[in-house]
Each structure stands twice: as structure tokens, then as C-alpha cells.
């Protein structure tokens, strides 16, 4: 009992001290994934535009206060999976840090496929990623776009946000 | 409705949402990728030079790092720099020769050429024996920041920072846009401690600035009585015959890309027999050439004229040691971005140091000057990786005299969310100086070496609170030791290489910054190594270096109690040290236990007094009058000074600005 009164109370210590720390800021992170959603346009949307991420970030919870907002006249909806088995129909896959390993395998899970892929590791444009972020010197956020993986998938951008990009391939 | 309108009406609504969806996006370009920082994160995020010429932040630079602002220091009443340095961990006062103050660092001493100490760029560490002499010698009122290595520098800095780093910016060099003036006054009960005082002027242009301030004091080394180790002298009273006098006057001048400093330094202090003069001029040319986006070139030329350590006489002022050491440098740094990750410096740097004996003309081995030429080559590479950021670089110093040292370091660090870490392993040398050489036992010096292990894991349990803990492991060979025996004509001095030294320990710091309240906590802890083979430092079956202590806590708090009024006391608690106070029966020096001392210090202070800029502050230094002496490093033939009591410090200080 005492050791799981120990431990609840490590826990609740974490707990507060992750909540209140200067950390990662996900709020922007998914702001920048609605708003590549917005400038965005996709051959297959049905009444559901399904933004999927895979592997645990905190992302995910902040995406789900956006669930059910309407981009584009498209329902917001938002999943998260541990297994590529498990990406359904999402038109978004938002590969977690943790998971960056899996790039590969999801990218030929998906090819040919009109599915944007947006990482949260900095770089992942280069191995085949739609979008992947990257914090700038002055710890801004920004991203960086695939634009030749975007056109094989037949995803649209705006200019408008090709504009925004630290840099296009 | 008219076909125009409509078409003006769709035209407009279009350009609205479009202007709309485009402020929606511009929106995103400034949006920071972390959470707000707290007032604690606002310093610990800052860019910090001295540990690395590749600006890292406090927690991932590849240093121990301790950063002390003007807040800081202007709350805590600070009357001098030994008092900011007692709050600093690893950090002491010692008792060099003659009354004369130095550094002592994680449980070594560490004056003699093993702590470099700069003050807007310029180092204090005089020619002759790469000492710096503290006590009431730096304006601490005028000083924006201090950054400090808890460490060593040498790969970065050379022969002159083995063991640490202290990089001092003033206001005048570095934010002031306007006039300034502050006086400090310090009272025992039977005394005047001191009194000290400046004025600074700046002007800040995008172009064109330029910064002049001057600083003048008068002050004693302590206000009580004293008795020789060999009691050959009666009780004297200190505050009576012993002085520590600072001047220091400081200009620099901006235009574009080029830059000028110069500076005057002068410190008088003095022992009831003997005084001591250091006398220091420099002058610092350098240019910063951007080649293009990625590569920076800055040459610089410097020049530095000092005679230090001048000693003789308090009575009749008849000196018996005065030389003059020279060092004319020119220096070629270039950093080179290979890419946002990737980021590289070299420098190339060329010295000639001369030492001119300025009395009878023989004090370099016969001849009136000694002449060394050093050629140095440096190189760090920073590799910034998601896992890590990997700083590799080394020094290569070659001496006409002494030969080459070669001296790598290799760091890692990263701060991944709540946690930070750094390994940091460096090798760093101490250059054997013009009177290292000069008196060199059978004329054969070599350049004293350290490897130096670090370790340290922080953890920010909220944004007003950060934790940290390191530990060290410091190992020097050929340590340069001084030795003397003789009185009078028979007295004979020299340097030589004893075989090992050094000293392991952890330190502990946790910072606490609240809107209304901060708190630094700091442990220290060091000991001496087992193998010690340097006699005049060992205390015979202790792991403890004559005149340090193995502990010290310090807590140093802050409370605003009004939006102008502050109230900081600070505390310093430091374990038993042993001393050499007394002499046996055969005139041998004997160690004794000095006991544990607890130092109490309050301060109040209020901002903006009357008008906005002036500044107010009364408080009381060593409130229980605990008075804990200032024992010497080594067994070198001196008691240690008795602590000063008691001292009521006032302090004003008043600033214009001027109109932008």
C-alpha cells in the first residue's frame, strides 16, 4: 500500500510539474495541422476530413478540442493509432516524434494514395513527408513541404501557405 | 441592384475573406513552438558567450554555468565581488600573500593563472604570475551581468582558465543609454569600511556608440586586530594599516563594425608591514567582418601594459619588487555556419609577453627583460542533434620557453523538455608566466595540466523552478607550486612542478522565481583528491585543502514588498576549514580547525526614490558578527586575515536616460 501511495504521489508530482513547465507548446502544433488542413485540398473528402495520430503525442489532445469544426465544409475529425493497420481513412496521418521510424513503413502503406503526411520531427520532408516542422533559431514554429510527394499523392496546396514554408522541395 | 454593385460587393467579400485567410496564416509566423517563459526561463533561456563562442543557453551551453544580473546583485547589496562569489557555488575567498585576496574554486586554489577573470573583455589576470587580486576591487554596482564557468575554459580562453571562467559586463559596455552615478558606503562599528563610487555614461546608436565610466574607492582589508603567524610584530589594528583602494576607469567606442575598448585599472592594497600596487592598462581594437551569411571574420589587436604585484614598504614606500609586463596580441577568430545544425570557430592567435624590471635591472636572472612568444591555434565545431548537441574543440598553445600544450574538450548536451544534462570532459593547462619562468627551479618549468569530468542533470519541476545537480572530477599534473625559504638576504623564491593535485565534489543548485519572490539554494561539496602530492596544500589526514571548507550552503532570497521596495537577506554557512595560525617551538607553521561559521546578510532597497532612477539601499553585512577569517591557501607564512565585523552598508545610485 505504501509503495502505491509513493507512486501515486510521484505520479501526481509529474503530473502537475509536466502541466505547468515550459515545454513543447502542442496547441501550436495543432493549429499549424488544422490550418495545413484549411489551405489544403484533398480528391477523396467525403462529409469527414480525418486527421489520424499515429503514435502518442500530445498533439492528439489538442486536436480534439478542434474535432467536429468545420474546415473546408468537411467535419473535423480526429483518431489516434498505435498500429499502421489502424490509419482507416484518414486523409491526414500525423506521424509523432516517437514514431518517426515508421515513416517508411507508412509511407508504403499509403503510396499512391491521397493521404498527406505531416511529421513532428524536424527533416522527415526529405524522406518522403507531405510536411514536417521545424523550430526555428528563435524557437518559432514553422514547416518545411515536400511539394513533389504532395502532387504523386494529388493534394493541392495554397499559395498562401507554400508562402509560409522554411523550405520546399 | 446595378450589375457594378453586386460586382463590387462579391469583389470586396472576396478580398476580405481573402485578406482574412491570409491573416489567419501571417498569424502563424511568429507563433513560438514552447510554452510562455516564466521571469526563471527568461534568464535560463538567454544566450550565454562564455562558455562557448557558439551562443547556447544556459542549460545546454557546455559549461556549469552560474548567471548573476544586475537584479540580482543590486537586491542582495553585494559590497564587493567577494560577496556575489560566496553565493556562488564552489566558489571562495582566500588569502594569497600580504593580505592580498584570490579565488579558490571547488576546493583548489585557484588564483595563481587557474581562474580567469575579464571585465567587459578584458583579463585581470596580471602578466607576471597570472594573479588576480578581489576584496573591494570591482565596481559590483556597475556591473550588467556576470557569467561564470564553474569550470574550465581552457580550450576557448588559454593558460589563464584552468579550473574557471568569470566574464563581468558592465552596465556602461553593455545596456546603458544615458548617465548614471552610484556610491557605496560600508561602516563597522569602530571603522569606515569603505567607500567607494562611480559615475558611467553611454550613448547607443545603430551606428555609433560609445561608453565611458570611471570608479574610484577607498576601503580597508578588515577592521580587526591582528597578529602575525610569527608574532614578531605586536597587535595591530587593521582598519588602520591595511588599505584596499580600487580605480578603474573604462571606455569603449563603437562605429559599425569596428570596435575600441580601453581601460585603466589600479588597486593599492596592503598588509600592516607591506603595501601592494597592481597597475593595469589595456587597449582592444577589433573588427567584425561578415563575409557573407555564413562566415564571420573578426581580427583584433590588443595591447596591455601592467605593473603588478609592486610591493615594498608601508611605512616609508620604498619598494622592493616593481616590473613591468607587456603583452602586445593580435588574434584572427572566423566563424563559419556549415549549416543551421552545424556551426564552427578557429582562431588564430599570436603573443609576445615582456617582462622590464623596473628596479635595479637584474630580476630576470641577471638581465632587465625576459621576453616569451606564444603562438596559439583554436577550433570548436557545435553539432546540434535531436538527441544531442555535441561541442567537440581543442586549444594548441606553443611557448618559446615551456613548449606546447595541446588540450582538448568534448561536450554534450541537451535540454529535452523538463530535463536538462551535460558530459562535459575538457582538458585544461595553466601557462607558466613570466615569474613562473623567471624563477623556475634549476630554470625547468613545464605548463600544469587538468583533466576535469563533469556531469550535471537539471530538472524544471514548473516554470519558476529548476533544480539542478552536477558533479566534477578535476585531476592537474605538474601543478606549479610556489616555494620560499630564507629571510632577508638568504631568502630565496622559485616555482616547480609538484607531481598531482585536485579535487572531486557535486554541487547542487535550485532556483525559485516567483512574481513577488526568488530563492537560489546551493550546496556545495568538494574534497581533495587522495594522491594529493602538493605538501603546502595538505591538511595531514583530511580530504579538505588547507583553508577550504568540504561544505557550503548559501540561500540568497528576495521578497518585494512593495513595487519598489525589496527586502533580501542572504545566508552563508560554510563547515570547519583548517588554517595555519600559529607557529610550534621550533618556528614551524601549525594548522589549526577553524570552526564552522554561518554569515547572515540583509538588504532593503528602494527603487525610484523621490524620482524615477533613484535608488536607495541600507543593509547589514555579517549581521551575527560571525567574522570568519580569510585563511591563507597554502602554508606560506601568513594567519588568516580576520573577517571584517559587522558592516552597515548604504548604497544610492541614480539614472537618467537618454531620449531615444
Not at chain 2, 575554459?153 to 552615478?181: H, M, P, Q, R
Not at chain 2, 615594498?312 to 588574434?331: I, M, P, V, Y
Request: proline fraction near 3%.
Amino acid at each position: 500500500m505504501k509503495c502505491f501511495k509513493l507512486s501515486f504521489m510521484m505520479l501526481a508530482l509529474y503530473c502537475s510539474v509536466t502541466a505547468y513547465s515550459q515545454t513543447t507548446n502542442y496547441q501550436v502544433y495543432a493549429l499549424f495541422v488544422v490550418n495545413i488542413a484549411k489551405y489544403s485540398s484533398f480528391p477523396n473528402v467525403s462529409s469527414d476530413l480525418q486527421v489520424t495520430v499515429y503514435g502518442k503525442s500530445k498533439v492528439y489532445d489538442e486536436l480534439m478540442k478542434q474535432s467536429g469544426k468545420n474546415v473546408n465544409g468537411h467535419s473535423l475529425k480526429v483518431t489516434q493509432a498505435e498500429d499502421i493497420t489502424d490509419l482507416g481513412q484518414a486523409q491526414i496521418i500525423y506521424l509523432a516524434d516517437g514514431k518517426s521510424a515508421s515513416l517508411d513503413d507508412i509511407l508504403k502503406a499509403t503510396e499512391g494514395k491521397p493521404i498527406m503526411i505531416i511529421c513532428e520531427r524536424e527533416g522527415l520532408h526529405k524522406k518522403g513527408a507531405g510536411f514536417s516542422f521545424i523550430v526555428t533559431e528563435n524557437s518559432t514554429l514553422r514547416f518545411d513541404i515536400n511539394n513533389t510527394e504532395l502532387e504523386k499523392r494529388q493534394i493541392k496546396i495554397s499559395k498562401n501557405l507554400s508562402t509560409l514554408a522554411n523550405s520546399t522541395i | 441592384m446595378p450589375k457594378i454593385f453586386r460586382s463590387v460587393i462579391v469583389l470586396s467579400l472576396f478580398i476580405s475573406t481573402t485578406s482574412s485567410f491570409c491573416q489567419d496564416l501571417d498569424s502563424l509566423l511568429n507563433l513560438n513552438a514552447f510554452t510562455q517563459e516564466s521571469e526563471l526561463q527568461k534568464i535560463l533561456n538567454k544566450n550565454v558567450a562564455v562558455s562557448s563562442k557558439n551562443g547556447l543557453t544556459t542549460r545546454e551551453t557546455p559549461g556549469i554555468i552560474t548567471l548573476i544580473t544586475s537584479e540580482e546583485i543590486q537586491n542582495s547589496g553585494a559590497r564587493d565581488l567577494t560577496d556575489v562569489l560566496r553565493l556562488v557555488p564552489g566558489f571562495d575567498v582566500m588569502q594569497d600573500l600580504q593580505f592580498v585576496m584570490g579565488i579558490g574554486l571547488r576546493g583548489s586554489w585557484a588564483n595563481e593563472g587557474k581562474v580567469l577573470v575579464m571585465m567587459d573583455g578584458q583579463p585581470f589576470n596580471e602578466l607576471l604570475y597570472q594573479t588576480v587580486a578581489i576584496g573591494n576591487r570591482f565596481p559590483v554596482d556597475a556591473i550588467e551581468r556576470i557569467e561564470i564557468i564553474r569550470g574550465p575554459g581552457s580550450a576557448i580562453y588559454g593558460g589563464s582558465a584552468e579550473y574557471g571562467v568569470i566574464n563581468i559586463i558592465t552596465k556602461a559596455a553593455e545596456s546603458l543609454d544615458g548617465v548614471a552615478v552610484y556610491g557605496l558606503g560600508g561602516f563597522h562599528a569602530n571603522a569606515v569600511g569603505r567607500t567607494n563610487g562611480g559615475v558611467m555614461a553611454a550613448r547607443r546608436g545603430e551606428n555609433f556608440s560609445w561608453d565611458i565610466s570611471a570608479f574610484k574607492g577607498n576601503g580597508i582589508v578588515s577592521d580587526q586586530q591582528y597578529h602575525d603567524l610569527y608574532q614578531s610584530n605586536g597587535e595591530e589594528d587593521l582598519s588602520k594599516v591595511t588599505r584596499a583602494d580600487p580605480m578603474n576607469i573604462n571606455a569603449g567606442l563603437k562605429l559599425g563594425n569596428l570596435s575600441f575598448r580601453s581601460m585603466y585599472d589600479q588597486f593599492e592594497t596592503s598588509d600592516p608591514v607591506t603595501f601592494v600596487s597592481n597597475k593595469n592598462f589595456y587597449a582592444d581594437l577589433q573588427y567584425t567582418l561578415k563575409v557573407n551569411d555564413k562566415l564571420q571574420l573578426v581580427p583584433q589587436v590588443k595591447y596591455y601594459n601592467q605593473i603588478p604585484w609592486t610591493f615594498g614598504s608601508r611605512e616609508s614606500g620604498e619598494k622592493d619588487f616593481s616590473a613591468r609586463a607587456t603583452r602586445l596580441l593580435t588574434q584572427l577568430d572566423a566563424m563559419y555556419d556549415f549549416s543551421r545544425k552545424v556551426h564552427g570557430t578557429f582562431g588564430l592567435v599570436y603573443f609576445q609577453d615582456q617582462g622590464t624590471d623596473l628596479l635595479a635591472g637584474d630580476l630576470f636572472n641577471g638581465n632587465k627583460t625576459l621576453k616569451l612568444n606564444n603562438f596559439a591555434f583554436f577550433a570548436e565545431g557545435l553539432f546540434k542533434h535531436r538527441l544531442a548537441n555535441a561541442t567537440v574543440g581543442f586549444r594548441y598553445e606553443k611557448n618559446n620557453r615551456y613548449g606546447a600544450a595541446f588540450v582538448p574538450r568534448i561536450a554534450l548536451t541537451k535540454k529535452i523538455q523538463n530535463l536538462h544534462f551535460k558530459l562535459l570532459y575538457s582538458q585544461a593547462f595553466r601557462a607558466p608566466s613570466l615569474q613562473n619562468i623567471n624563477i623556475a627551479l634549476d630554470g625547468v618549468i613545464k605548463p600544469e595540466k587538468s583533466n576535469v569530468f563533469e556531469i550535471e542533470v537539471g530538472y524544471q519541476f514548473t516554470p519558476e523552478m529548476l533544480l539542478s545537480v552536477n558533479a566534477f572530477s578535476i585531476n592537474t599534473r605538474n601543478v606549479l607550486v610556489y616555494g620560499s625559504e630564507g629571510e632577508g638576504d638568504d631568502f630565496s623564491e622559485w616555482y616547480e612542478n609538484s607531481a598531482k593535485s585536485g579535487s572531486n565534489g557535486v554541487e547542487v543548485v535550485y532556483s525559485i522565481r516567483k512574481k513577488v519572490w526568488y530563492a537560489h539554494l546551493t550546496y556545495s561539496y568538494s574534497q581533495s583528491i587522495k594522491d594529493n602530492t602538493v605538501a603546502t596544500y595538505e591538511v595531514p589526514d583530511q580530504r579538505q585543502y588547507v583553508g577550504f571548507p568540504k561544505n557550503k550552503i548559501t540561500l540568497n532570497t528576495n521578497f518585494n514588498l512593495t513595487s519598489k521596495l525589496t527586502f533580501n537577506p542572504t545566508f552563508l554557512y560554510a563547515s570547519a576549514r583548517y588554517a595555519y595560525t600559529t607557529i610550534d617551538v621550533d618556528d614551524n607553521p601549525v594548522l589549526s580547525k577553524l570552526d564552522p561559521y554561518l554569515m547572515a546578510n540583509a538588504f532593503l532597497n528602494y527603487r525610484g526614490l523621490f524620482v524615477p532612477g533613484l535608488n536607495v539601499g541600507v543593509g547589514v553585512y555579517d549581521v551575527a558578527n560571525a567574522k570568519p577569517g580569510i585563511a591563507q591557501a597554502y602554508n606560506g607564512g601568513y594567519a588568516p586575515i580576520p573577517g571584517r565585523s559587522r558592516e552597515y552598508v548604504v548604497k544610492i545610485n541614480y539614472q537618467i536616460n537618454f531620449k531615444k
